[in-house]
């Protein structure tokens, strides 16, 4: 059974920085893709940054492109997000996602692509202030 656990959520001024952790378990193989989802009120679950489990193609959000840094330590089974230059329109809840295992055959950055991640955490708030 995979679970997911997010930290490190908070409220911060315009400008500052934060680090999301995200501590996964229940992998049986690293043909997995992991990602960071975001959704504020009122708006629909925006796709943050997606990596391959153990892998380093990561694929970011236009919106977030140069200020967030997806990063993974394996050792820990911890998936990160640096988030830095934060704006208000970063207030969200972010919630970390997994998908796989990945099928034979299948391209993993389509894989990692997909908007049909299947398991999901319960989220951690990040409130961004002028």
């Known amino acids: 059974q995979i679970q997911l656990v997010e930290s490190g959520g908070g409220s911060v001024q315009a400008g500052g920085s934060l680090r999301l952790s995200c501590v996964g378990s229940?992998?049986?193989?690293?043909?997995?893709?992991m990602g960071w989802w975001r959704q504020a009120p009122g708006k629909e679950r925006e796709r943050v940054a997606t990596?391959?489990?153990?892998?380093?193609?990561?694929v970011y959000a236009a919106s977030v492109r140069n200020r967030f840094t997806i990063s993974q330590d394996n050792a820990k089974n911890t998936l990160y997000l640096q988030m830095n230059s934060l704006e208000p329109g970063d207030t969200a809840m972010y919630y970390c996602?997994?998908?796989?295992?990945?099928?034979?055959?299948?391209?993993?950055?389509?894989?990692?692509?997909?908007?049909?991640?299947?398991?999901w955490g319960r989220g951690t708030q990040v409130t961004v202030s002028t």
């Open positions: 996602a997994a998908i796989g295992p990945r099928p034979a055959g299948v391209d993993v950055l389509e894989y990692c692509a997909t908007l049909e991640y299947e398991y």
């Open positions: 229940g992998f049986t193989t690293s043909r997995y893709c």
């Open positions: 990596v391959p489990l153990h892998g380093s193609a990561a």
